[in-house]
T-cell receptor, first 113, second 109 residues
Framework: SQTIHQWPATLVQPVGSPLSLECTVE??????LYWYRQAAGRGLQLLFY??????ISSEVPQNLSASRPQDRQFILSSKKLLLSDSGFYLC????????????FGPGTRLTVL | DAKTTQPTSMDCAEGRAANLPCNHS???????VYWYRQIHSQGPQYIIH???NNETNEMASLIITEDRKSSTLILPHATLRDTAVYYC??????????FGPGTRLSVLP
């Protein structure tokens, strides 16, 4: 069976510090991978998605970046965090663009102070 | 540019049916209706989807009006564990999902 992992589960970082969130998927090959952010009381905002190693599509311009160094690894990064980067970050995977279901990880709650 | 409109919140008594409405008056012919839910501090979970016909699975039923401008998700016997935010999404097959604010359903004992 497939599983998706995210770490850390929670993170408190000062403004201006760097960020690295990691997501890994087990039990499937060549998945589509997604990073979402959810601000308090809001819906999910798609940040990045990837259909393969090294292929990243950005949905929203911002100070975040994503990388996919391995087939089942997706990393969200920032060089300098802003207060507005606080939120709940969710990684998800699907088999293809045409999948009806995306499978979400447990999320990382980021607080920028 | 939300494609769906949902009530902000709803309450439902435990054991009763929960009927969650969704308006999608500008839906196009190749857009499907999807429902996901998000239990507090977890990632969203797929529930059901449909195009024109009503659909049912082990979790819920989806009723789509004949003109496809609205739909209703039905949880036939709501339990406390069904308390969550429910997202109604319209999506062209193959495109990314767009999650709006959803409906916060509270199942009350």
């Amino acid at each position: 069976s497939q599983t998706i992992h995210q770490w850390p589960a929670t993170l408190v970082q000062p403004v201006g510090s760097p960020l690295s969130l990691e997501c890994t998927v087990e039990g499937t090959s060549n998945p589509n991978l997604y990073w979402y952010r959810q601000a308090a009381g809001r819906g999910l905002q798609l940040l990045f998605y990837s259909v393969g190693i090294g292929q990243i599509s950005s949905e929203v311009p911002q100070n975040l970046s994503a990388s996919r160094p391995q087939d089942r690894q997706f990393i969200l990064s920032s060089k300098k965090l802003l207060l507005s980067d606080s939120g709940f970050y969710l990684c998800a995977w699907s088999l293809t663009d045409y999948s009806n279901e995306q499978f979400f990880g447990p999320g990382t709650r980021l607080t920028v102070l | 540019d939300a494609k769906t409109t949902q009530p902000t919140s709803m309450d439902c008594a435990e054991g009763r049916a929960a009927n969650l409405p969704c308006n999608h008056s500008t839906i196009s012919g190749n857009e499907y209706v999807y429902w996901y839910r998000q239990i507090h501090s977890q990632g969203p979970q797929y529930i059901i989807h449909g195009l024109k016909n009503n659909e049912t699975n082990e979790m819920a039923s989806l009723i789509i009006t004949e003109d496809r401008k609205s739909s209703t998700l039905i949880l036939p016997h709501a339990t406390l564990r069904d308390t969550a935010v429910y997202y109604c999404i319209v999506r062209v097959y193959g495109q990314n999902f767009v999650f709006g604010p959803g409906t916060r359903l509270s199942v009350l004992p």
